[in-house]
């Protein structure tokens, strides 16, 4: 069975840090990009970060730029997002997506191969 699950999330107070995982079962993520998405409460879903096959990394959201880290183990079959310096903007559903090898400047979360059902992220005050 394929599955794409992310986890980690949680209410964290600003200036926290929290790291997301992304962990696949049922196929392998050594040939696929994997893009973070976020939503926040009645705005429409962004990309945040991507890494590809190449673990070359994609920034997609210039607010995140210098707080948020991508990496990926592919020997675990999980990615991970890194977050530091959390402002009460970052809340929102974190979500992860794949697809083949290469990184989207403008990626569509449904044009994804696979996708998780998200985790949640709060940034209280």
């Known amino acids: 069975q394929l599955q794409f699950v992310e986890s980690g999330g949680g209410s964290v107070h600003a200036g926290g840090s929290l790291r997301l995982s992304c962990a696949a079962s049922g196929f392998s993520l050594d040939y696929y990009a994997i893009h973070w998405f976020r939503q926040a409460p009645g705005k429409a879903r962004e990309g945040v970060l991507c890494i590809d096959s190449g673990e070359g990394t994609t920034d997609l959201l210039d607010s995140v730029k210098g707080r948020f880290a991508i990496s990926r183990d592919n020997a675990k079959n999980t990615v991970y997002l890194q977050m530091s310096d959390l402002k009460p903007e970052d809340t929102a559903v974190y979500y992860c997506?794949?697809?083949?090898?290469?990184?989207?400047?403008?990626?569509?979360?449904?044009?994804?191969?696979?996708w998780g059902k998200g985790t949640l992220v709060t940034v209280v005050t």
């Open positions: 997506a794949a697809q083949q090898y290469y990184c989207s400047a403008h990626p569509n979360f449904y044009d994804m191969n696979y």
